[in-house]
């Protein structure tokens, strides 16, 4: 499985600018991508997900980008805010036999100073 | 409408020992999963279950087993502890094809 041992990659922004968080995946067959935030004591919890038939998609402050050719995602934060110091996984919705599971990538953590 | 909730929060347990770890689905969801994370980590799926069944199974020993009863809510059972087993194991309801709600998951310390 993926591991990342006890150091997570780390990226430190100031409030106000711009943060881009990358993704390898490794199945190219998966088709829908999902975007989690995770805080401290806390579960995973949705931001934005992407079919694989598209390239772009956007929320509010977010933006995911896809592409499959290199199997690279990339989560786009606008106007980075403190409350959004988080670990960010990557996760590919796969299964058999009709039935889904999500395997996560590596995650990254976000540091946002004030 | 109350997500997913797991329960306990906290358990510390001696190695060898046996532990039970609940979960309550998201209200409408069916499918119930598993995931182990460990400090530093992204969660592990460990299985699924739906309709009373375990559906799929990611690469955990049968050390790990569970269980989903008619009302959809599921238990994780760990048997013959180890001290790798220290994680924060999380559960996840869903519908069959997606639609993930995590809970906040029970941290495990193995000593």
């Known amino acids: 499985g993926e591991s990342v041992g006890l150091h997570l990659p780390t990226l430190s922004v100031q409030e106000g600018d711009n943060s881009i968080i990358n993704c390898a995946y490794s199945?190219?067959?998966?088709?829908?991508f999902i975007w989690y935030k995770q805080e401290s004591g806390k579960g995973p919890q949705f931001i934005i997900d992407i079919r694989s038939n598209m390239d772009k998609r956007q929320g509010q402050r977010v933006t995911v980008l896809l592409n499959k050719t290199v199997k690279h995602l990339s989560l786009q934060i606008a106007a980075t805010q403190p409350g959004d110091s988080a670990v960010y996984f990557c996760a590919e919705l796969g299964g058999h036999s009709g039935y889904s599971t999500l395997t996560f990538g590596k995650g990254t953590m976000l540091l946002v100073s004030p | 409408d109350a997500g997913v909730t797991q329960s306990p929060t906290h358990l510390i347990k001696t190695r060898g020992q046996q532990v039970t770890l609940r979960c309550s689905p998201k209200?409408?969801?069916?499918?119930v999963s598993w995931y182990q994370q460990a400090l530093g980590q992204g969660p592990q799926f460990i299985f699924q279950?739906?309709?009373?069944?375990?559906?799929q199974r990611g690469n955990f020993p049968d050390r790990f087993s569970g269980h989903q009863f008619p009302n959809y809510s599921s238990e994780l059972n760990v048997n013959a502890l180890l001290l790798g087993d220290s994680a924060l194991y999380l559960c996840a309801s869903s519908l069959l094809r997606g639609g993930y709600t995590f809970g906040s998951g029970t941290r495990l310390t193995v000593v």
């Open positions: 209200s409408g969801h069916d499918t």
């Open positions: 199945n190219s067959a998966s088709d829908y």
């Open positions: 279950y739906y309709e009373e069944e375990e559906r």
